[in-house]
């Protein structure tokens, strides 16, 4: 089951100095593009795409997914949320899938690639490595450093929740390239200021970040409005 995962997901959150906020954009074949806001901070974690706002608070043990022109929102309690997701909607992961991770075989093997190539996006340099599973590319990534946001929240916590958040039981998924842990070690480096995906079409999904700036944050800027309604209360008890 999910909920022998939460307790070391929801309180292993590094307590560090300072937070991020990053933009992104996601580029698909076609010319469509995909803006993200991203908020880090101890532990805290918000995006913004749009209307919709997600919010995963491991310190609190909270998540939100906030719809700014209605002022509703829904959320409460981490495992009463999964769980309710769960319910649901459980998705079956084989194969490539549009959560943009990569489900592979038990014996499959993930390689991280040094390219010795290096480019500077937003003001940092991102040094090239490429991602191959069982020899195959799958990304191609460029790591800042010195943009530290990965230290606020560790991304194998973060991408194992992002699953579950998607239905997925991470038990029963096999192994899965973003929560292995040589593609886990390359994310503690630094921050992707460029990843470039290849889907099963064979179509680049593109990836940059446009702006990233560390600053302090309010505790209430992590949790929802005082004047928006939430929809599904019984989350919160």
């Given at each position: 089951m999910i909920?022998?995962?939460?307790p070391l997901l929801l309180l292993s959150a590094a307590a560090l100095n300072g937070g991020w906020e990053i933009s992104e954009i996601t580029r698909y074949a076609g010319n469509e593009e995909f803006k993200n806001?991203?908020?880090?901070?101890?532990?805290?974690?918000?995006?913004?795409?749009g209307d919709e706002t997600m919010i995963i608070d491991m310190n609190g043990r909270k998540i939100y997914f906030m719809y700014e022109s209605k002022k509703r929102y829904w959320g409460g309690k981490a495992e009463a949320v999964i769980g309710d997701i769960f319910k649901n909607s459980v998705t079956e992961m084989s194969g490539d899938t549009s959560l943009g991770y990569t489900h592979i075989n038990e014996n499959s093997t993930v390689e991280i690639v040094k390219t010795g190539e290096s480019i500077t996006i937003s003001g940092f340099e991102g040094i090239g490595y490429?991602?191959?599973?069982?020899?195959e590319l799958k990304k191609e990534i460029y790591i800042a450093p010195k943009l530290?946001?990965?230290s606020e929240i560790d991304p194998k916590d973060l991408s194992t929740i992002m699953l579950?958040?998607?239905?997925?039981?991470?038990?029963?998924?096999?192994v899965i390239t973003e929560i292995s842990d040589e593609y886990v070690n390359l994310m503690r480096q630094g921050y992707p200021i460029r990843t470039i995906e290849y889907d099963p079409s064979g179509d680049p999904i593109l990836t940059e970040v446009v702006k990233a700036k560390q600053r302090s944050f309010n505790a209430n800027e992590f949790i929802p409005p005082e004047n928006f309604i939430n929809t599904k209360k019984e989350l919160e008890e």
């Open positions: 909920w022998r995962f939460m806001e991203i908020f880090i901070d101890t532990g805290r974690y918000k995006s913004k795409s490429q991602v191959l599973v069982d020899g530290t946001a990965n579950l958040l998607s239905g997925v039981e991470v038990a029963s998924a096999g």
